[in-house]
């Protein structure tokens, strides 16, 4: 297997540089949580500046594991299409260097997504499917274990999501995983059916009348789903992020826009929305279109709490 191949090579003037600047004992010993970083308030932070997000380089779509010790997120060299998984853990109280994945292969590769019990990590590659030896133009969803050596040989995730070739998929505390089908341009979910998933369905919710609608982030327990649209106004490139709130019925409020709350200016471009397992964190992406960077931005997620209905503020998430 061509593991690292590719992407080693693409990569190694930004290991470079990393490794010139940010010695392994140069790094602070941490003593917060998510891998050492103070927690953000009620205003965005970029994650873990210098270390994971970099001048040199582009960074988004992060998952952190539910213990948050480990990060994997997307880098790629910025105006190139180099796009390749990285990953960093705490380690003897310190944070590791980035390092690019163990389970890479020379192609497009991208969209992690650790499971609720930290055990499996999804994501999507371009990588030949089993039998095969030709790299695919769409990307399909791939999974690897945690062994007691690190990661276990990626695995073809063999369902009927993969037919959807999804964007991005954010899984919920009962593993019911959410994605955008990069067939269908709509939110889908499939429930988890005796150890396998079932036929996807249709999300009915309106943030499938948004156009377009990508990147979901379903909160843990399915109280609420965050979305991202994205999209190109003449030669500007805009973006806005919507949450849409679970009713007890099962139904979905309407999509409210929140970038009044992640304080978003006319010309910020936030996209890719994650949700830690706790709960308490949203993570994006934030994009410049003019230097074709982005580093990786996390927020508390109280700051959404005055978007939910009254009705709903008493109550918890998925019965």
């Not at 593991?3 to 941490?30: K, M």
């Not at 944070?95 to 650790?114: D, H």
């Not at 508390?300 to 978007?307: G, Q, S, Y």
Request: glycine fraction near 6%; include cysteine; aromatic fraction near 12%.
């Amino acid at each position: 297997m061509k593991y690292r191949t590719i992407c080693v090579g693409i990569f190694l003037s930004i290991t470079f540089v990393i490794s010139s600047n940010a010695h392994q004992d140069d790094f602070p010993v941490l003593k917060r949580p998510y891998l050492g970083q103070k927690p953000p308030g009620m205003t965005p932070e970029v994650f873990a500046p210098g270390v994971v997000s970099i001048e040199e380089g582009k960074e988004y779509k992060p998952t952190i594991s539910p213990d948050a010790t480990e990060i994997f997120f997307v880098r790629r060299t910025p105006r190139k299409r180099n796009d390749c998984i990285w990953t960093s853990r705490l380690e003897n109280g310190k944070l590791t260097v980035p390092q690019i994945a163990s389970f890479t292969y020379s192609c497009f590769e991208g969209q992690p997504c650790f499971t609720p019990e930290g055990e499996r990590l999804f994501f999507m590659s371009c990588r030949p499917l089993p039998g095969e030896n030709t790299v695919n133009r769409l990307p399909h969803l791939w999974y690897v274990d945690k062994t007691y050596t690190g990661w276990s040989d990626p695995q073809y995730f063999a369902s009927t999501i993969n037919e959807h070739h999804p964007a991005q998929i954010s899984i919920a505390n009962d593993g019911t995983v959410y994605f955008v089908s990069n067939t269908k341009r709509k939110i889908f979910f499939a429930e988890p059916e005796n150890g396998k998933y079932g036929e996807p369905q249709l999300l009915p919710c309106g943030v499938n009348d948004l156009v377009p609608v990508g990147h979901p982030a379903i909160a843990p327990d399915e109280s609420y789903i965050v979305v991202d649209r994205v999209y190109r106004d003449k030669d500007k490139l805009k973006s806005d992020m919507y949450i849409s709130f679970k009713n007890p019925d099962g139904t979905w409020t309407s999509p409210v826009s929140i970038r009044e709350a992640l304080k978003m200016t006319d010309s910020d471009v936030y996209a890719a929305p994650r949700i830690t397992y706790d709960g308490r964190y949203l993570f994006f992406e934030k994009y410049v279109m003019e230097t074709d960077k982005s580093d990786i931005y996390w927020v508390d997620v109280k700051i959404i709490e005055d978007l939910k209905p009254k009705e709903l503020k008493s109550r918890g998430g998925k019965k």
